[in-house]
């Protein structure tokens, strides 16, 4: 038996307890890790309140969020491919609503493909803070297609999906126009590679025309403005949302939701990412560590809003 954290019922963060499950055994294709951490998302706060209830329809209790894990390979499905070893400190994308359940476990079986290197340098817990929201921003930025010099702006950008988007862009020779809500916000998005700054809230739209009169040729929408943000967007220009709104926007404005899910398999796209953290080009942020049996008080203040980086559940805490 191991150790996760479930709901029995979908609700508020005390849903959140601790569980006795059965051990998990990989099958062909693949692997089983021992979790040392995993990140807190507001996709798991989702998962949790009964949004993504239809997805576990028939399927008994309890349910396991967490899409972002960080630990050591276990145990080998038959026939694995030669990529993995047991002993390897390795980060995974995890679906939730998967046959084995999410990252909130000890153990936990996924494809191997969904499985790479964990950057070198980095503990458990700043690795388990990358998958997931790194792949979001970086489709987000592939939806948009821009070229060098193109001007983007990045609505949540001292955020975990927003910040990494920063970072991204930077290094796609983008013009970043990004949104700051304090004096420390502003200073840590001309870190990570902003060129300019905006007011968060009012002032928004005013400092991005400011700056861009016509308006940004693309967007990223960390902070779910939707329809707020296009005035943002220049006509004919992109932008891409991370909540699935769709718009609709005018002036010829496409508007693309993203969906990391669809690349959960996505082997070369993660190994990418974990090379650029181990190159200091993706900062690894981790605002907390705390023990996982205390994952509803990790959920409460993620609801609360203001956190910046990602909050990080210590299973090793559990006995």
Known sequence: MMKAIGLFAFGSPERLEVVELAEPEPGPGEVRIRVHAAGVNPTDLLLRSGAHAARFAGRPPPYVPGVDAAGVVEKLGPDPDGRLSIGD?????????????????????????????????????????????????????????????????????????????????????????????????EALVKKLGAGHTVPRGDGFLTGVRAIVPRGAAGLVDGASLDAAAVLAVANGGRMATVRGWTGPAD????????????????????EHLARLAEDKALTLRVTEVVPAAEAPAAHRRLEGGGVRGRIVLDFESLP
């Open 89 to 185: 400190s390795v980060i995974a994308y995890v679906v939730p609503t998967g046959p084995h359940g999410g990252a909130y476990a000890q153990k936990i079986v996924v494809p191997a493909a969904s499985v790479v290197a964990a950057p070198k340098g980095a503990s458990f817990f700043a690795a388990a803070t990358l998958l997931l929201n790194a792949t979001t921003a970086r489709l987000a930025l592939n939806a948009l297609a821009l070229s060098r010099g193109d001007t983007v702006v990045v609505t949540g950008a001292s955020g975990a999906v927003g910040g990494y988007a920063v970072e991204l862009a930077k290094g796609d020779g983008l013009t970043i126009i990004a949104d700051a809500g304090s004096a420390s916000d």
């Open 251 to 270: 002036r010829s404005i496409a508007v693309y939701p993203i969906s990391s899910t669809k690349e959960a398999e996505n082997t070369a796209l993660f």
